[in-house]
C-alpha cells in the first residue's frame, strides 16, 4: 500500500531543497544588484575627479532591468483549485495596462537586451504555459494590443490535463465511491471520499502522489481512478488542450511565438538523466515538425529545475529557458535560468501595484 504521508514527506523534502535554491539566487540576485550600485557610483566619482579612462557609462540597475510575466489560463472556470485562471476582462486590461505603461517585448528580444545590458526602462515579456484552448483568447487580445508572446505547450493535445481531470473526478461533487481503493503502479492506494472535505484530502493526496511519477506511472494511476470512479471523462470544450491545427494557427499569428515544455509535464528533478533528455528532446522535435521552425525557448515544467536539466538544456542549443523564481530579469541573469513571475492580480489595482514592484 502508497505510503500517503512518505510520499508528501519525500515531495516536500525536494520542495524545500528547490526552494532553498531560489533563496540562494535571491540572495546572489541582491549581492550583485549592489555590487553593481557600488561600480556606478565609483564610476561617477572617478568622472568627477578626472579619471576617465576606459570607465564604464555609470548606469543605475533600478532603470535597467526587465519583467517576465507568467500567465496559465485566460478563463473564467471553477473550481480553479491550482488558481491558473485569469478572467478575459481581466487580462485584457492587464495588458492594456501593460501596453501603456511598459515597453513589451519579445522574450528572445528581452533575453538579449539583458544580455547586452541594455534593457529598455520598463521591459516586459509575456508568457503562458501548458498550451490550453483559451491561448486563443489570449494572442486575440495580445494581437489587437501588437503585443508578443511565447506560449509554451507540451505535446498532449486536445485531451485534458492530468489536475483538470482529477478536479472533475473529485472536486465537482459527482457521485463516487466512498472510498477510493485500487492497486496500481505496484502498490496499493485506499484514501477516503465520503465528504466534500475528504475528497479534497484525497485530491490533495493524488496530486502529492504523481509530483514523482514517470509518464507511465501518471498514465496508469489516472486510468485506474478513472474506472474507479465510474465517470465518461471525454475531453470539455472548456478545458481541453489545443488540437495540432489550433497550434499552428496560433502560431501563425503576429508576434506570437512556440516554446517546449516537455513532452508530458514531467517534475523534472527527480526523473532520470534519459528521461529528461527524452522530455525535452521529443516535445521539442514535435513543436519544430508541426511549425517547420525552430523552437528555441524552454520553461521548466512546474518551474523546477537542477543542473543536470540546466545543463541538458544549455548543450540542446535553447536561446533561453524560464523559471518561476519570482525576480526582475538583470544584465547578469543566466538565459537558462531566467525568472518570471506569476501573475495573479484579479483586479486592475492590484495588478498595477504587482508591476511597478517588479521595477523597484
Known amino acids: 500500500m502508497i505510503d500517503v504521508e512518505a510520499q508528501q514527506q519525500t515531495v516536500a523534502t525536494l520542495r524545500d531543497s528547490f526552494q532553498a535554491l531560489q533563496a540562494e539566487q535571491t540572495r546572489l540576485e541582491a549581492t550583485l544588484e549592489h555590487l553593481d550600485e557600488d561600480i556606478s557610483r565609483l564610476c561617477s566619482v572617478a568622472r568627477d575627479l578626472g579619471y576617465e ?17 507568467l500567465y496559465h489560463r485566460v ?7 491550482a488558481r491558473l485562471c485569469i478572467a478575459t476582462d ?8 501593460l501596453a501603456r505603461t511598459c515597453e513589451p517585448m519579445a522574450l528572445p528580444t528581452l533575453t538579449d537586451a539583458a544580455v547586452d545590458g541594455q534593457l529598455p526602462r520598463g521591459a516586459v515579456a509575456i508568457t503562458l504555459d501548458d498550451g490550453y484552448v ?13 503585443m508578443p508572446a511565447t506560449f509554451f505547450v507540451n505535446s498532449n493535445a486536445g485531451g485534458e490535463t492530468l489536475l483538470d481531470s482529477l478536479t472533475r473526478i473529485f472536486l ?12 496500481v503502479i505496484g502498490t496499493t492506494v485506499r484514501l477516503p471520499c465520503g465528504s466534500d472535505q475528504a475528497r479534497r484530502a484525497t485530491f490533495d493526496a493524488l496530486r502529492e502522489i504523481v509530483w514523482s511519477l514517470s509518464s507511465d506511472g501518471r498514465r496508469e494511476l489516472l486510468a485506474a ?18 488540437t495540432p491545427a489550433e497550434l499552428r494557427e496560433l502560431a501563425s499569428r503576429p508576434g ?50 537542477d543542473l543536470e536539466t540546466v545543463q541538458i538544456c544549455r548543450s540542446m542549443g535553447f536561446h533561453s529557458c524560464v523559471t518561476v523564481v519570482g525576480q526582475p530579469v538583470r544584465p547578469w541573469s543566466d538565459p537558462w535560468l531566467l525568472p518570471r513571475n506569476e501573475v495573479k ?10 508591476v511597478a514592484a517588479l521595477y523597484l
Open 225 to 242: 481512478v478513472g474506472r474507479w470512479s465510474g465517470l465518461d471523462l471525454p475531453a470539455r470544450p472548456s478545458h481541453r488542450l489545443l
Open 134 to 146: 483559451d491561448a486563443l483568447t489570449a494572442a486575440d487580445i495580445l494581437c489587437a494590443l501588437h
Open 75 to 81: 478563463a473564467s472556470l471553477s473550481p480553479d483549485p
Open 345 to 354: 492580480a484579479q483586479t486592475v489595482e492590484e495588478f498595477e501595484a504587482f
Open 90 to 97: 481581466v487580462f485584457r486590461a492587464q495588458m492594456e495596462h
Open 256 to 305: 506570437q511565438d512556440i516554446g517546449a515544455h516537455t513532452e508530458n509535464h514531467l517534475f523534472l528533478p527527480v526523473q532520470p538523466r534519459s528521461v529528461k533528455i527524452a522530455e525535452i528532446a521529443t516535445n521539442r522535435e514535435y513543436l519544430q515538425a508541426l511549425l517547420g521552425r525552430d523552437v528555441l525557448s524552454f520553461a521548466f515544467p512546474y518551474g523546477a529545475f
Open 172 to 183: 465537482l461533487g459527482q457521485p463516487i465511491p466512498e472510498e477510493l481503493a485500487l492497486s
Open 53 to 69: 579612462g576606459t570607465l564604464p557609462e555609470p548606469r543605475s540597475t533600478r532603470v535597467n532591468c526587465g519583467a517576465i510575466l
